[in-house]
């Protein structure tokens, strides 16, 4: 193993300038959710550079893809994620994601064969909104899969023991109040106003934050509230989300917030529909096994491992594949990130040669993790067993 762990980082340094010229690249061109086409393209040409074969529009997803090597029984895929948020680019480091990911792939393609796998690289589009692998798990893209890995920057500080973190179940909804227009001078008392609909929502969920548990999270923003001062606004649309650890405490919370909503449109006259903008989030199931592996390939690289409370905030899509697979998404803490994520300040740091080092640490983690489960027979009976069973009841 130790052979052999030196050959996976020999590889790693071997696509290191190709792979952060990628990641470079994908942070220079930001691309949201669904329309990822540079940015999926880029990390598609590298792996087939690196033998892997490619197969575009995986799930019926343009700028999804699935990179395949090998024909072991042990089947692994890594995740690549790239998509960006809107406006302020990767202040998520998705950019990291893709880089680690494809790394963590090219460095094992030469040893597919000696391990007795199957290795697939999938680009995942749209984690940010669209819920891009629960579509592609709902499609078909992961069956047969025996584990699924992939990485998550975070600011600096963060622990890189994965073990008994998670991450929040969650759902985006659009609410749409309908009132009637009406003059806003000449006769108002005709009118049914929509927007005063969508402030009374805000203020009766602003209220029920009070009395929801601290690790559970309501947001939303008015996203269209009437055209002109002069006339009373007849429609107006809320969008928003709730998040909770657990998928009953979630469904509890959507249904305290909905009667927000519906209470609002009770005391304007206005109606009311809600509908999903987008496949729900599932809770983060981190697999004991991959999760070991993974925290002592870190501790060689000197990074803090102490045990985590836990994740205060967040949801991945990668939820939902770790429910049904087993799975690893520990967190990449970005070495003078003193910013949050999803901020411009964070952006800068995801594309900083500090960044970019620790990527390349987490990538050769990721391949000794996949490396050392498939080494260690009954950890490798046990995935491909449970892969087997769950094919079958399916």
């Known amino acids: 193993m130790a052979s052999l762990r030196a050959a996976l980082a020999e590889g790693i340094e071997e696509w290191k300038l190709r792979v952060q010229t990628m990641a470079h690249e994908i942070h220079s061109n930001p691309e949201v959710a669904f329309e990822e086409v540079r940015s999926s393209e880029a990390a598609a040409a ?49 950019n990291l994601i893709a880089g680690a990911s494809v790394a963590a792939a090219l460095a094992l393609r030469p040893y597919v064969d000696e391990l007795g796998i199957t290795l697939k690289a999938i680009g995942t589009p749209a984690e940010e909104s669209g819920g891009g692998k629960a579509l592609l798990l709902e499609r078909g893209a992961f069956d047969g899969i025996s584990l699924a890995l992939m990485v998550h920057p975070v600011q600096d500080g963060m622990t890189y023991n994965p073990a008994g973190t998670s991450a929040q179940a969650m759902g985006r909804y ?18 049914v106003n929509a927007a005063d609909a969508a402030v009374l929502s805000q203020v009766a969920v602003g209220l029920l934050r009070q009395q929801i548990p601290g690790d559970h999270r309501i947001a939303l923003y008015v996203a269209e509230a009437g055209l002109a001062t002069n006339i009373i606004p007849e429609r107006a649309v809320v969008e928003f989300e709730c998040r909770a650890y657990t998928l009953r405490e979630y469904k509890t919370l959507l249904e305290r917030v ?74 990449l803490s970005v070495p003078g990130a003193n910013v949050p994520i999803h901020s411009q ?44 069973n769950r094919t079958n009841r399916s």
């Open 174 to 191: 659009r609410a749409v109040f309908i009132g009637k227009a009406s003059h806003a001078a000449a006769a108002p008392h005709l009118g």
């Open 258 to 331: 909905l009667s927000c909503f519906e209470g609002a449109a009770l005391s304007t006259g206005t109606t009311l529909s809600i509908e999903p903008t987008e496949p729900a989030y599932e809770p983060l199931i981190q697999n004991d096994i991959l999760a070991a592996h993974w925290t002592e390939a870190m501790y060689t690289f000197g990074k803090d491992t102490t045990g985590s409370a836990g994740m205060s905030g967040g949801s991945t899509d990668m939820g939902n594949v770790s429910q049904v697979i087993p799975a690893l998404h520990p967190w």
């Open 46 to 94: 590298l792996l087939a550079e690196g033998g892997f074969t490619i197969a575009f529009g995986t799930g019926g997803l343009p700028t999804a893809f699935t990179a395949t090597a090998g024909s072991g029984e042990l089947k692994v895929a890594l995740c690549v994620e790239y998509d960006a948020l809107p406006n302020i680019g990767h202040a998520c480091g998705h």
């Open 345 to 388: 300040g964070f952006a800068a740091f995801a594309d900083s040669p500090e960044a970019y080092s620790v990527m390349f640490e987490a990538a050769t983690a990721l391949a000794w993790t996949i490396a050392g489960t498939a080494t260690t027979s009954p950890e490798r009976e046990h995935f491909i067993k449970s892969a087997y």
